[in-house]
């Protein structure tokens, strides 16, 4: 890198996953609307020709004449090409394929299990994790072999346990996990404010709070605007809105299989008195299934299972677009992704610090949660550091539900990583939706392995 004044460049930076379809072109567009950093893009994915597709795109990027930022975009074929002198390394991949997620997330429907997402917790999300930890061990060993010194930005899911891995194979990494989940509950806060106080023009970064948890299941203890305590505030969008659910109206939903009334959250503020800083599609698994007991429940509740198949054919239309993308028959478009990749970047590179909510190791930022577990709480971001806040430590009774999941993933780890079946097992049947019958979930296991066998090499299946 080379610093000038105000402005950072010939930035190193690789994508593992580099073939992204979406998720990449909001980065992109992110790396062009900032003027103060500039570099290359080094692409990396095992579909290399989506990767090349990126280049094309990522390049058209950085030649529209609003692009204030100007980088180089480049398909590489190894992860050693990627990785060499990399100053930051963005991970944003699908474990497996859209077979392997629709075994995470419907066949346990068969037994009476519903999950909303299925990628962190539940049948799903443990199945998930198995698969995607050994490539986050190749991937943490080709780091700390081509570049031990770069930051690492985790997007993937199951967030907590792909961060986790990283540290457990190169415990000197720099890596952290990001999620916008926290930012969605800022805006609902925003919502709230206009709605009950008819306050406009607030950013959800004027909206301060005190993060807890882990990721997917966040809790706020404190929230204020200003100098007003929200927490009252969202008392009373709750009682008024409990029943009916609250949706912000400026809020463009992506599609029905995402959308949620934010009624789950309330349930949790009720039952708890702190606010449930996720969406509701994820919030509901980590909990017995209050809320997904059957589709008729997850009805009543306001919130979506989300259907492999949705997914399936999403993917079908973003390949078209990236083809029309690379053909010129459809202009790529400069506009904020709401992320905060690069702001982090920033930060990291000396230019302007930052507080945001991030995943990383334990070390006192969360009480009465194991030292070294991944939890997600504020942290400070400066010149090459980043710092977690102290958080403090939640209720009992809430940090109770957060333990057993914290327990839960540090055993799918050594699983993970010993090919232990009997434990993998264990783990399954202690999640909190995966009330059934030992029996029949020792079959919906087993099912679901030989279903992913093919990314659990080692194991006897």
Known sequence: MKYLENRVTDINLAYIGGGSRGWAWRFMSDLALEEQLSGTVRLYDIDFQAAHNNEVIGN??????????????????????????????????????????????????KYGIYQSVGDTVGPGGLVRALRTIPMYVEIAENIKRYSPN??????????????????????????????????GTQNLLVAMLEELRGIKGVTREEIKVNVLGINHFTWFDKASYKNMDLIPLYRELVDKYYEEGFMDKNKNWLNKCFSYANRVKFDLFRRYGLIAAAGDRHLAEFMPPWYLKDPETVEKWKFSITPVSWRIQHRENLIEKSNRLVRGEEPVEIKPSGEEGV?????????????????????????????????ETNAYFSRDNVQPVMAGKLPDDVQNLVIRHVLNQEATLKAALTRDKALAFRTFINDPLVNIDIKDAEELFNQMLQNTREYLPGWNI
């Open 150 to 183: 770069a930051w690492i930005i985790n997007y993937t899911n199951p967030m907590t346990l792909c961060t986790r891995t990283l540290y457990e194979v190169f415990p000197q990494i720099k890596a952290f996990g990001c999620c916008h989940e926290v930012f």
């Open 60 to 109: 058209k990027y950085s030649e529209l004449d609003q692009a204030k930022g100007k980088w180089k975009y480049v398909a590489v074929k190894t992860l050693e090409e990627a990785l060499t002198e990399a100053d930051f390394v963005i991970i944003s991949i699908v474990p497996g394929t859209f077979n392997e997620m629709a075994s995470d997330v419907h066949l346990p429907e």
């Open 343 to 375: 702001r982090q970047i920033k930060a990291l590179v000396g230019l302007k610090d930052i507080v945001t909510n991030v995943n990383l190791p334990n070390v006192g930022q969360m009480q009465g949660i194991p030292m070294g577990a991944v939890v």
